[in-house]
């Protein structure tokens, strides 16, 4: 996640202590007043561990749900990073390049309503396998997010 966040040439923060982000995510604008955040609740799987035939199905608590849907100042996306079953074949490193394995798959759950089936303690969400996470969807998501930046 840090390498494409610096590929797009944003910061990265890990705040500290949890607050149900695992990074926020943020860069000079040439307008202060457009010197916006986002957020990403990042969870990693094994590839294997998941059917991805219909998208990615990831389970959260009810917390976890809340923290990311609703419209927010800092607008925040779920985040899966699809790893290798083995760690060692996560990276690959020469002389003339880094390469990491595998994906990183991206939704947005500010429009889901909350679940109104009393006394249920998860909720499981699909991410859409088109939603790769790339240079181009950060810079998306920092364009979307400058439009929502009231005027002064």
Known sequence: MAAIAAAAGFQVAVPYPDIGKDMILGRDHEDPELDVQIALQVKTRRIGDLDVTDGLKITLTID?????????????YLVVVLVP???????????????L???????????????IQQGQKS????????????????????????EEVPAP
């Not at 079953?85 to 990276?91: E, G, K, M, R, T």
């Open 101 to 115: 394995w595998h994906s990183a798959y991206w939704v947005s759950l500010e429009d889901r309503p909350l679940p």
């Open 64 to 76: 976890q749900f809340k923290r990311l849907r609703g419209r927010r100042q800092v607008p925040c």
């Open 123 to 146: 909720v499981t969400v699909t991410v859409p396998r088109e939603n790769l996470l790339t240079v181009d969807a950060l810079h998306e998501f920092f364009h979307r997010a400058c």
């Open 85 to 99: 079953q083995d760690p060692v074949a996560y990276i690959r490193v020469s002389e003339r390049e880094l390469i």
